[in-house]
């Protein structure tokens, strides 16, 4: 089962719901579980995993080369791309790899044969291991899979580096992605083809509004959806009605502790510090999968 852990905005709490389903999966004794950071602009799970990288790969996108002396400068290049990536001036062919997005649009087009392709870099893909501790004993627990994606500084194209990043998933029982926030292609890309979609939220006018935008694209992508409010008891109570006029499932409303902050400020795992954190991870795993998660 793939569930995506996502969000309207930044800053709800996402990654914190996403790591500890996986940490809380992984220690609870269900096999091979994947955590999966699609959110590549800015990817964070690992400081809380800290896993150890056993394979890096770069990611590339291909991109256009103009071989002056076969082109007849028909312009039909400059006319098929959608993003202003290559344009014929004249007797002058100009390309813009950065707005590439590697359709190939242009090459198929061509009627000269004047464009191959070659490779621009944009970013990488790590996987690796993170050792989960048994909390009672304190020695080595199971293994979390773990896969995360780097946007390169300066680069615009999430989207192929989250489908890298997706590539490297198996057929596992349980793969937990956190997307990344918003509403925008690398949500669509990172979302795609899941079981079930978490969206995390808060209860404030700003986390109502994105919200409402979130379910609207997840629900044009006809994807289940189930809801979570962090920092409950702050705010107001427009999140909780506006679920219940949707239909949304509330899985759980995790209350406003200034414990889950510093631990997390620290870069620390949650579960280690709040014990009844790992129960609420239960539920809301049990909740989603059916299954229910061993103690």
């Known amino acids: 089962m793939r569930i995506a852990v996502a969000s309207g905005k930044g800053g709800t709490g996402k990654t914190t719901v996403a790591v500890h389903a996986a940490v809380t999966a992984a220690s609870s004794g269900i096999n091979s579980v994947y955590y999966v950071d699609c959110d590549v602009e800015e990817p964070n799970g690992h400081i809380f995993l800290k896993p150890d990288i056993i394979e890096r790969e770069t990611v590339t996108v291909p991109v256009p080369v103009i071989d002056e002396s076969a082109c007849t400068h028909c312009g039909d290049c400059g006319q098929i791309c959608q993003f202003n990536a290559i344009a014929v001036i004249l007797d002058k062919v100009i390309t813009f790899n950065e707005l590439c997005h590697g359709c190939g649009g242009c090459t198929r087009v061509c009627p000269a044969g004047a464009i191959t392709e070659s490779t621009r870099r944009i970013g990488s893909v790590e996987r690796g291991v993170a050792r989960i501790r048994e909390h009672e004993t304190g020695s080595k627990g199971s293994a979390l899979h773990f896969v995360h994606g780097r946007l390169d500084v300066g680069e615009p194209l999430a989207p192929p580096v989250v489908r890298r990043v997706k590539e490297r998933i198996p057929d596992v029982p349980l793969v937990i992605i956190d997307a990344p926030p918003g509403a925008s292609c690398p949500v669509v890309e990172s979302v795609r083809d899941s079981d079930y ?4 939220t808060e209860p404030t006018p700003f986390g109502l509004n ?8 997840m629900r044009e992508l006809h994807l289940p959806i189930g809801v979570v409010i962090n920092r409950a008891g702050t705010g107001d109570d427009g999140v909780k009605k506006f679920c219940n006029r949707e239909g949304l499932e509330i ?12 631990l997390y400020s620290r870069g620390e795992l949650v579960t280690d510090g709040v014990a009844e954190f790992e129960d609420r991870m239960k539920r809301i795993l049990e909740k989603i999968t059916g299954m229910e998660v061993a103690e």
């Open 197 to 200: 979609v978490l969206l995390v």
């Open 210 to 217: 994105d919200l409402e935008i979130a379910v609207e694209t």
């Open 251 to 262: 899985l759980d409303e995790i209350p406003d502790d200034r414990r889950i902050a510093e």
